[in-house]
T-cell receptor
Framework: GAVVSQHPSWVICKSGTSVKIECRSL??????MFWYRQFPKQSLMLMAT?????????EQGVEKDKFLINHASLTLSTLTVTSAHPEDSSFYIC???????????FGPGTRLTVT | AQTVTQSQPEMSVQEAETVTLSCTYD???????LFWYKQPPSRQMILVIR??????QNATENRFSVNFQKAAKSFSLKISDSQLGDAAMYFC????????????FGTGTRLTIIP
């Protein structure tokens, strides 16, 4: 149980285009989802927290207009990187948590390369 | 704000031996959770062990155990009978026990297993 999937696992896009990453909880209802970014050989950096049906809460320094997060259902959250640039190339990881639970379940991550 | 410090960027251990990874944290709260996560080359985050701060007994999961010293704000991970599959990045993380509190990660320790 407690499986979180991400799609795609790897995406290449051209500079200036937008790319959407999906995060799904497969066997539980995720009232809260988190999006992280991880640069090579570094730790996970939280980008934003989203609650189903509400606007996401972004961490300081994260551009909300560039990283659009939607959590429209209890099993799906999406991260859209708008007008991507090479510096947005990174590994993006989502996690999900059930209501009144404390443990987060992590997706397998998405590698984004912007050329 | 919570902080988590892992002072060992890299560690190595002989196969079948025991290794201890260090973690210290800082928080003004008394109710929280502590976690150790493993990130193998696949980059999937895997929960190794968790500890509730209100529990004095140290958590144990098979070959993995922790030494939780609340007053010292220390949370080390001991891996016994190290196996080749234990090679990974290990992240210590802290989470408060209220609201939609987020995980705060340390910078990680890369563990190498020597055959």
């Amino acid at each position: 149980g407690a499986v979180v999937s991400q799609h795609p696992s790897w995406v290449i896009c051209k500079s200036g285009t937008s790319v959407k990453i999906e995060c799904r909880s497969l066997d539980f209802q995720a009232t809260t989802m988190f999006w992280y970014r991880q640069f090579p050989k570094q730790s996970l950096m939280l980008m934003a927290t989203s609650n189903e049906g509400s606007k996401a809460t972004y961490e300081q320094g994260v551009e909300k207009d560039k990283f659009l997060i939607n959590h429209a259902s209890l099993t799906l959250s999406t991260l859209t990187v708008t007008s991507a640039h090479p510096e947005d190339s990174s590994f993006y990881i989502c996690s999900a948590r059930e209501q009144q639970a404390y443990e987060q379940y992590f997706g397998p991550g998405t590698r984004l390369t912007v050329t | 704000a919570q902080t988590v410090t892992q002072s060992q960027p890299e560690m190595s251990v002989q196969e079948a031996e025991t290794v201890t990874l260090s973690c210290t944290y800082d928080t003004s709260e008394s109710d929280y959770y502590l976690f150790w996560y493993k990130q193998p080359p696949s980059r999937q985050m895997i929960l190794v062990i968790r500890q509730e701060a209100y529990k004095q007994q140290n958590a144990t999961e098979n070959r993995f155990s922790v030494n939780f010293q609340k007053a010292a704000k220390s949370f080390s991970l001991k891996i016994s009978d190290s196996q080749l599959g234990d090679a990974a990045m290990y992240f210590c993380a802290h989470q408060l026990n209220f609201g939609n509190e987020k995980l705060t990660f340390g910078t990680g320790t890369r563990l190498t297993i020597i055959p």
